[in-house]
């Protein structure tokens, strides 16, 4: 079992930065990739970003390239989602996800993740 916990999430004015943060515990060492999702009301789950846990290798969606980096500090067993320049289409509940699956890719789809944080409300104002 994997436990994630989110926080870093709040209001912040259009053109504002935000950090999330996401706290593993339980069996870390069978995560490959973290990923980072969203859910906007009325709208289905997105795929944000993802990152490999041991390496480096990291992936974005459109909407989050050039504007949001994650990272992360195996020695916290925490993953991070820097994000910069927020819109109000931002606005969102954002998850943190880990995939224990031995796999190459760094996926992009929800299903593969097995475990799953409680989620932190990211609000961008106009």
């Known amino acids: 079992q994997v436990q994630l916990v989110e926080s870093g999430g709040g209001l912040v004015q259009a053109g504002g930065s935000l950090r999330l943060s996401c706290a593993a515990s339980?069996?870390?060492?069978?995560?490959?990739?973290m990923g980072w999702f969203r859910q906007a009301p009325g709208k289905e789950r997105e795929f944000v970003a993802a990152?490999?846990?041991?390496?480096?290798?990291?992936r974005y969606a459109d909407s989050a390239k050039g504007r949001f980096i994650t990272s992360r500090d195996n020695a916290k067993d925490t993953v991070y989602l820097q994000m910069n320049s927020l819109k109000p289409e931002d606005t969102a509940v954002y998850y943190c996800?880990?995939?224990?699956?031995?796999?190459?890719?760094?996926?992009?789809?929800?299903?593969?993740?097995?475990?799953w944080g409680q989620g932190t409300q990211v609000t961008v104002s106009s």
């Open positions: 996800a880990a995939d224990t699956t031995p796999n190459y890719a760094l996926e992009d789809s929800s299903d593969r993740y097995d475990y």
């Open positions: 339980g069996r870390t060492a069978s995560i490959y990739t």
């Open positions: 990152i490999r846990w041991g390496g480096t290798r990291t």
